[in-house]
Every structure is written in C-alpha cells, then in structure tokens.
C-alpha cells in the first residue's frame, strides 16, 4: 500500500512539474509586406497602370489565368467584373440566367482558343463577344 502512495505521490508531482514547464507555442509574427495587401492595389500608381485599364485580350488571359502571380489575376477579375457589369442587361442577359462559375468557365474556355490575332483585340470586346454568345438578350423582334 505505502508503495502506490509512493508511486501516486511521484506521478503527481512530475504531472506538476511538468506542467509549470509547459508553454503555449506561439507562432512567429511578420508584418504584411505592402505587395500583399490587395487594399492598396486601386491607390498605388505602381501596382496599377495604363496598360491594366485598355488591356489586350491576349495580357488579361495571361493575367487571368497566371498561376503565381495573384495581383495580376486580382487585377484580371477586376477588369472582367466591370465588363461585365457594364454590359449586363445590354449586350448579354443578366446573372438570373447564369452562375458566375458558368461565366468564368465558359470565358476560361473561350480566351483559351483565342487566335493571335483575337489577342490584340481589346479584351473587353472578346469579353463581351463570348457573353453575347453565350448569353443573348432577347429582342423585340426575337420573341
């Protein structure tokens, strides 16, 4: 019997020492780099420039489907988003007809086989071209 008060005696008190040595790890903080903040992309001239806002079809598909470089693709989504928004209803039928996913796989698709002279085009012309494709408004003179 004095033999496991002994032992539970040990155990307890290795438990004890044990836990006033342990600490909570904590993992090592850095500051974000300027380059990593998408909050600032709109405000620096350095990460935004003429060749972002009259891009070639050929410069928004390699930026939109860059596997490394984030900002471009960032700035790839943000041109598209304001082709499309610009269009909807005018050109294309609206986001009540189809899913965003279903409009950037189709577009994925479309500026993947486009001809070299297609990628001197402006992009928002091809954007709007494959949307008028894919998603035609119904006319007057249609229905």
Sequence with gaps: MNIHRVIAGGLLGLSMQVMAETQTY??????????????????????????????????????????????????????LSGVLDATEGKTWCGYNRLLPTSIHENLYA????????QGKQRASTLIVNAMTELSPCKTESNK
């Excluded at 479309?110 to 002279?117: C, G, L, M, T, V």
């Design 26 to 79: 904590q993992y090592p903080r850095t500051e974000p780099l300027p380059e990593d903040s998408t909050l600032n992309l709109l405000r620096d001239p350095a990460l935004l420039n003429g060749f972002d806002v009259n891009m070639n079809a050929q410069r928004f598909a390699s930026a939109w489907f860059s596997k490394n470089n984030e900002r471009e693709r960032i700035k790839a989504d943000m041109y």
């Design 110 to 117: 479309y500026f993947e086989n486009i001809s070299a002279e």
